[in-house]
Nanobody
């Protein structure tokens, strides 16, 4: 089992920055990747960013590319999502998700490909 706990969400003004954290614990030795998803008001949950656990390869959705950065600490206990140049449309509950290693390796963009989820943290961007 893997446990994920998000933190760092709060209210900010447009153009500001936030750093979200995802504490990762449990049987992490078999993880393939950790990703961030978000669900805005009245919207479906969507992929934001992901990082491969061993290679540190990353990828982002087009809507956040160039503004958001995903990273881990040296001990791989925490996954960060640095969010800059925030826009009101970035308002959402942000979820951390983890995927076990499988034969089909890579970064995946749909929530059904992930095995574990955190409870989410709310980020609100006002204009």
């Amino acid at each position: 089992q893997v446990q994920l706990v998000e933190s760092g969400g709060r209210s900010v003004q447009a153009g500001g920055s936030l750093r979200l954290s995802c504490s990762v614990s449990g049987l992490t030795y078999n993880l393939e990747s950790v990703g961030w998803f978000r669900q805005g008001p009245g919207k479906e949950r969507e992929f934001v960013a992901a990082i491969m656990w061993r290679s540190a390869e990353v990828d982002y959705s087009n809507s956040v590319k160039g503004r958001f950065t995903i990273s881990t600490d040296d001990d791989k206990n925490t996954v960060f999502l640095q969010m800059n140049s925030l826009k009101p449309e970035d308002t959402a509950v942000y979820y951390c998700a983890a995927r076990h290693r499988r034969l089909d390796s890579g970064i995946f963009y749909v929530q059904s490909e992930y095995d574990y989820w955190g409870q989410g943290t709310q980020a609100t961007v006002s204009s």
